[in-house]
């Protein structure tokens, strides 16, 4: 049930460490995801953890926490910016660090760039993204790739992306920048779930790579509950609304719809 998956409980977790906490920020927070479809509005994650009035999906944020979405379909990391889409998360990003808000900028790209080119490619232009992303003061968080739900009759998923999940790991690594396994975390998820249950969540019978509105609240909770158990010092105290039910299901391998 759609109703059942915007959550009824909300809940939020300290971290706790035993050493000396970096400061919580006191800034409010801004999020800006670039990416291609499996980001964008209406066919990724994008809008089940931004929310979308349109559709009634809740946000995963607590208010005051703006979210802009200018990830584009059919997007790499090259045409994303050839095409003029970055300049317009250039733009975005500028404003909100105008308003002197913590601006964080997730990445997420591979889909497209795996037909286009080899890894190696795709990394370069990360770290580019990287670098004017940090150059604008704002922070960059990698994230792998969003599983394409091709499953094998063995339970298993035809992963042809890892190679690309693998370069956004190492980039992440290069630049020291937070990263959020997107990929590993989604195909273990609907590996655990099975055939019927993940294709479940595709738009259409035969799009496997897509998210209807059910799949954009499970994989955008996935992508908050990420941010939030991120263990990046970047990254603490995070304006993340809790849905202990959700998250539950996702981590323990049980559907939601």
Known sequence: MLAFLTGLVFASYAIASPFSPPEIPSLPTSFVLVGDSTTAIGSGWGNGFCGDNTTSIPSTLKPNTSCINTAHPGATTGTF?????????????????????????????GHNDAVVGPPESMGANLTTMVKEVRALGAEPILVTSLIVRNINANGTINDSLQPWADETALVSR?????????????KEYCEKIGPDAAHRLNP?????????????????????D??????????????????????????????SY
């Open 81 to 109: 910016v050839a095409g003029g889409w970055w300049n317009i998360t250039v733009n975005a990003i500028k404003g909100e660090v105008a308003k002197k808000r913590r601006t964080l900028v997730t990445i997420q790209f």
């Open 226 to 255: 990420l941010l939030k158990g991120n263990p990046d010092p970047t990254l603490i105290g995070l304006p993340i609304i809790g849905n202990p039910g959700l998250t539950y299901n996702n981590t323990h391998g049980i559907a």
């Open 204 to 224: 259409t019978a035969t799009d496997n790579t897509h998210l209807n509105l059910h799949g954009q609240i499970v994989f955008g909770r996935m992508v908050a």
């Open 174 to 186: 290069q630049q020291w920048t937070p990263l959020l396994d997107l990929h590993g975390t989604s």
